[in-house]
């Protein structure tokens, strides 16, 4: 006799995987062969740039770092990069002085004191005065407030003004774009001079982002239409530092004194104000030329104590360090003031010095950055790429 089995009616819940599992295999499959002549767009690359500019500056915003140029003066100087604006996103540290890499006057070794009063008598000339009363020998209130801020070895005097880190009128600068980089551009013509000396030497500004740094390139050049047997110009390498007693760094590194491993110094050197030839104090004609020339502050949080990163300022070729110090203000204003070229210039000729500012982790990391860009003075850019020259 012939037996037939009886059939089995799967569970509703079986059906159900049974079913999904159907539609999951075609969409792989779907998916898997795209059909001929088909490419899939690859995905979209995130933007490692923002340039945002309004009436007061151009704000850079990389992968790494933010920072502020000027137009018109805001919250402290004009020239360099804006007071407060540069910052580490590895580490959310931010400068603490009034500005990085700013720029005064255009200036020459010798005295004041045959004409400081003719620059005081005038009143055309916002901020050329201002030096001068300083240095003018004749004056004893000025001659004591120059030793206390500016010392008593080397006699200096302005060729052209205004100080532009506060007197420059606004500006327009130019932004520059490449693939790895955003550069930004500078120019203004000094408006005043002292007896005897022409008015409108150029300076120039470049100030350069590489993508994926936590540092800018920058160059201030001058086209002079002077002549000077010593002509320099003089700028604050990185930038001053505001402190309480060292609440914002713990230690300071200059690499050109010291010997060759350079000078490491506690903040406490600097809880009492001094003038600047008295204590580290650098000026090229007595020394060896260093190998390196860098000047940093290791930051400190105000609010922990804890350190953060150095802040540096590299002059890429140490020869052009005409003079450099780094002095106790009365306050607590510490400044970090170099001199570029110091040598004999004429009508017609330029000069200029590049470097590298930034955030680092170790002493032994600036000077690593410091070699792969050791020896150049000058710096290019267009939307091809940025060069430094020697």
């Not at 801020?149 to 009128?169: A, D, F, N």
């Not at 930038?239 to 903040?267: A, N, Q, V």
Request: aromatic share 12%.
């Amino acid at each position: 006799m012939e037996r037939t089995l009886p059939r089995t009616k799967s569970s509703p819940s079986i059906q159900l995987r049974t079913a999904v599992f159907g539609s999951v295999l075609l969409l792989i499959l779907a998916f898997a062969a795209p059909p001929p002549g088909f490419s899939q767009a690859p995905p979209k690359e995130v933007e490692w740039v923002q340039v945002i500019e309004d009436d007061l500056g151009i704000k850079v915003a990389t992968d790494k770092l933010e920072a502020v140029v000027p137009k018109k003066k805001n919250k402290q100087w004009m020239t360099g990069i804006e007071k407060q604006s540069f910052l580490d996103k590895t580490t959310g540290f931010r400068d603490v002085g009034d500005g990085l890499m700013v720029v005064d006057w255009l200036m020459e070794a010798g005295s004041d004191e045959a004409y400081g009063d003719q620059i005081l008598a005038s009143q055309s000339t916002p901020g050329i005065g201002r030096y001068l009363w300083h240095t003018n020998e004749t004056d004893p209130a000025g001659k004591a407030r120059a030793i206390a801020l500016h010392g008593s070895t080397y006699r200096k005097r302005m060729v052209e003004g205004p100080q532009l880190c506060p007197w420059m009128k606004p500006v327009q600068p130019e932004v520059i774009r490449g693939k790895d980089f955003v550069a930004v551009k500078t120019s203004y013509h000094y408006e005043f001079a002292a007896p005897g000396r022409r008015t409108g030497s150029r300076w120039t500004q470049l100030v350069v982002f590489p993508r994926g740094e936590r540092y800018f390139v920058l160059m201030d050049k001058i086209d002079s239409v002077n002549d000077s047997d010593e002509m320099f110009l003089r700028n604050d390498t990185p930038g001053c530092i505001r402190h309480e007693r060292g609440d914002t760094f713990s230690e300071m590194y200059l690499s050109y004194l010291g010997g060759p491993r350079g000078l490491r110094l506690s903040s406490s050197e600097f809880f009492t104000p001094f003038p600047p030839d008295t204590k580290f104090h650098y000026r090229r004609d007595p020394n060896k030329t260093p190998e390196h020339f860098i000047r940093a502050y290791h930051l400190r949080d105000k609010a922990t104590g804890k350190d953060g990163p150095w802040l540096a300022g590299m002059t890429l070729e140490p020869s052009v360090v005409y003079e450099a110090w780094c002095a106790q203000w009365p306050g607590n204003f510490l400044v970090m003031i170099e001199e570029v070229h110091g040598r004999p210039v004429k009508a017609g000729e330029s000069f200029s010095a590049a470097h590298i500012v930034g955030y680092f982790e170790s002493i032994d990391e600036m000077h690593k950055v410091y070699d792969r860009y050791k020896g150049h003075t000058a710096l290019t850019a267009d939307p091809s790429g940025w060069r430094l020259v020697k």
